[in-house]
T-cell receptor
Framework: DAKTTQPPSMDCAEGRAANLPCNHS???????VYWYRQIHSQGPQYIIH???NNETNEMASLIITEDRKSSTLILPHATLRDTAVYYC??????????????FGTGTKLQVIP | EPEVTQTPSHQVTQMGQEVILRCVPI?????FYWYRQILGQKVEFLVS????????KSEIFDDQFSVERPDGSNFTLKIRSTKLEDSAMYFC???????????FGPGTRLTVL
């Protein structure tokens, strides 16, 4: 699985969009970009994933650059409950539903009132 | 909404004792996982389980660890003789055949004294 680079921490004002960047310059053609988050002392939570097209769901949007070497997770209207560590993970989808997750250190997002 | 549950939420044990951590995955899921997170560190993969056998395990998952799915609903992690360094949050996760995301439980905090 390709390596990812994320800033260790970011702040965002409540109600504003939080844009979390991720670099994955060694990504290969069959690797997906996944985002998870971990609110303090809770289990990680899946947010969104994509291959090359931009994706949106009820939680967030994922913007992947055309060369796929970087991506941005957007939380459109951050709330205090979005304070968490956000993990960008790149991996191949293999073996049907088998989905071991390898976590890095992520970005600690602090939403400020 | 279906969720992964874990019991107990906190387990305190003496070094050398056996512990069993319990998980109830989401009912129609086929893939089951255990992860751990030592305080202040990354979430680390321990083991995955599919079709009643271990499909992958990490270096951490040595002979002191075992997993079992004793019935149709529970998934357990046993540590035979706990060490101080086993103190951590242990997360269970499950995934289905067609889902790309993995669902994590709330975790069991294991404290070894």
């Amino acid at each position: 699985d390709a390596k990812t680079t994320q800033p260790p921490s970011m702040d965002c004002a409540e109600g504003r969009a939080a844009n979390l960047p991720c670099n994955h310059s060694t990504i290969s053609g069959n690797e997906y970009v996944y985002w998870y988050r971990q609110i303090h002392s809770q289990g990680p939570q899946y947010i969104i994933h994509g291959l090359k097209n931009n994706e949106t769901n009820e939680m967030a949007s994922l913007i992947i650059t055309e060369d796929r070497k970087s991506s941005t997770l957007i939380l459109p209207h951050a709330t205090l409950r979005d304070t968490a560590v956000y993990y960008c993970i790149v991996r191949v989808d293999r073996n049907g539903g088998y989905q071991k997750v390898t976590f890095g250190t992520g970005t600690k997002l602090q939403v400020i009132p | 909404e279906p969720e992964v549950t874990q019991t107990p939420s906190h387990q305190v044990t003496q070094m050398g004792q056996e512990v069993i951590l319990r998980c109830v995955p989401i009912s129609n899921h086929l893939y089951f996982y255990w992860y751990r997170q030592i305080l202040g560190q990354k979430v680390e993969f321990l083991v995955s389980f599919y079709n009643n056998e271990i499909s992958e395990k990490s270096e951490i998952f040595d002979d002191q660890f075992s997993v079992e799915r004793p019935d149709g609903s529970n998934f357990t992690l046993k540590i035979r003789s706990t060490k101080l360094e086993d103190s951590a949050m242990y997360f269970c996760a499950s995934g289905g055949q067609t889902y790309n995301e993995q669902f994590f439980g709330p975790g069991t905090r294991l404290t070894v004294l």
